[in-house]
């Protein structure tokens, strides 16, 4: 197996890409009603930075962003949604070779794959590894983190489906496929 290494553009997103997950986690975040539980646009900012850069990248600004932006504004890191984050950018980072984005389409095709992978990926994450972790780890009541996590979980398919996708399209438009630039002749 092939190692690749992280380019400087791939380090860069990657700070980037955190501190914008800190930020959007912290303020652009609307309350569920459910204890600890919001609907976070940082999800559907991480869905195009996975697409975009790829599963490591999409894995290390969901793990440092999320970690970072528990342990900024509540005290300390709740490793078990954390390490959700990180699964949840590397799996949708995975589509990325996919969709190439960078060849500027993002059609139906795209569309429905990149969907159903956010979904299931984030079904699997929300509403089965972070409850039994936070069970495991954190000795929480049963019932408490599968609400938490099937509404985290929803939340985040809509917020990823909805404003992931829309970002999505916008960025494969400023792509140019390849063979599409014509040569312009000069007189």
Not at 17 to 30: D, H, S
Not at 41 to 50: E, G, I, P, R
Not at 102 to 121: A, D, P, R, T
Not at 131 to 152: C, S
């Amino acid at each position: 197996m092939k190692m690749q290494k992280l380019t400087t553009k791939t380090i860069v997103a990657i700070g980037i890409g955190t501190a914008v997950f800190v930020i959007l986690g912290r303020f652009v975040a609307l309350p569920t009603g459910i204890p600890n539980t919001t609907i976070e646009t940082s999800y559907a900012f991480l869905a195009l930075m996975a697409v975009i850069f790829g599963p490591v990248a999409g894995g290390l600004i969901g793990l440092i962003g999320h970690a970072l932006k528990d342990a900024i504004f509540y005290g300390s890191p709740w490793w078990s949604w954390v390490l959700v984050s990180g699964i949840i950018g590397i799996f949708i980072g995975l589509l990325s070779k996919r969709i190439n984005i960078e060849e500027g389409s993002f059609g139906l095709k795209q569309i429905i794959s990149f969907n159903l992978v956010q979904v299931i990926v984030q079904a699997i994450g929300w509403v089965l590894i972070a409850p039994l972790l936070d069970i495991l780890i954190y000795a929480e009541p049963v019932n408490k983190v599968f609400v938490q996590g099937l509404v985290a979980g929803v939340a985040n398919m809509v917020t990823i489906g909805l404003i992931g996708t829309f970002l999505l399209i916008m960025y494969a438009k400023t792509r140019t496929a390849s063979g599409t630039l014509e040569k312009e002749e000069t007189f």
